[in-house]
């Protein structure tokens, strides 16, 4: 069993930037490609970016790609999102998760696909 925790979240002005974390602990996760996924009120939990458990591999949806990074660092068990020129629509609650399993044809990607799940950092962006 993993245990995800996200940090990171918060109120940002369109076109800001904001750094997301995801930390393991329990059963390691170096083995696992992690994901982040987000919900906005009223709207379905989509998918955000992967990165597959090496850490050379990283996918994106395309409504971040140019603007969010996925990364890890093993050794601390993280997985980092950087976000940059964010705006209001990427306002949403960030879920990390580790996945059974990634696909370069992020139209398949779903939450399905989700192993565990985080509880979640509220991201704002305002106008």
């Known amino acids: 069993q993993v245990q995800l925790v996200e940090s990171g979240g918060g109120l940002v002005q369109a076109g800001g930037t904001l750094r997301l974390s995801c930390t393991a602990s329990g059963r390691t996760s170096s083995s696992y490609a992690m994901g982040w996924f987000r919900q906005a009120p009223g709207k379905e939990r989509e998918f955000v970016a992967a990165?597959?458990?090496?850490?050379?591999?990283?996918y994106y949806a395309d409504s971040v790609k140019g603007r969010f990074t996925i990364s890890r660092d093993s050794a601390k068990n993280t997985v980092y999102l950087q976000m940059n020129s964010l705006k209001p629509e990427d306002t949403a609650v960030y879920y990390c998760a580790t996945m059974k399993t990634i696909y370069s044809d992020t139209r398949l990607m779903r939450g399905s696909l989700a192993h565990s799940w985080g509880q979640g950092t509220q991201v704002t962006v305002s106008s």
């Open positions: 990165i597959n458990w090496g850490g050379a591999m990283t």
